[in-house]
Nanobody, 123 residues
């Protein structure tokens, strides 16, 4: 079993930056992959970024490429999402997710979910 706890959400102005974190605990398998999703009011949850634990291979959604960066700290078992040049349309609840397959995670079917952290970008 894996537990995911997000922190670091909050209010930021347009153009600002914010870093959110996800503490990962439990058994981390060799094939472990973790990522971020977000859900804006009235919209479906969407994939943001993912990282493979073994080799740091990353994948970012087109909507955030060049602005958001996913990273991890192996020693702390913590996942990060650095968000720069934030826009009002980035306002959403951001969820940490994890699983054993990059394909199923990116498709929105991870094995584990966090409870989410709210990010609000003011115009």
């Amino acid at each position: 079993q894996v537990q995911l706890v997000e922190t670091g959400g909050g209010l930021v102005q347009t153009g600002g930056s914010l870093r959110i974190s996800c503490a990962v605990s439990g058994r981390i398998f060799n094939q472990f992959v973790a990522g971020w999703f977000r859900q804006a009011p009235g919209k479906e949850r969407e994939f943001v970024a993912a990282i493979r634990w073994t080799d740091n291979n990353t994948n970012h959604a087109d909507s955030v490429k060049g602005r958001f960066t996913i990273a991890r700290d192996n020693a702390k078992n913590t996942l990060y999402l650095q968000m720069n040049s934030l826009k009002p349309e980035d306002t959403a609840v951001y969820y940490c997710a994890a699983g054993l397959s990059p394909t199923t995670l990116i498709a929105g079917r991870p094995q584990w979910w966090g409870h989410g952290t709210q990010v609000f970008v003011s115009s």
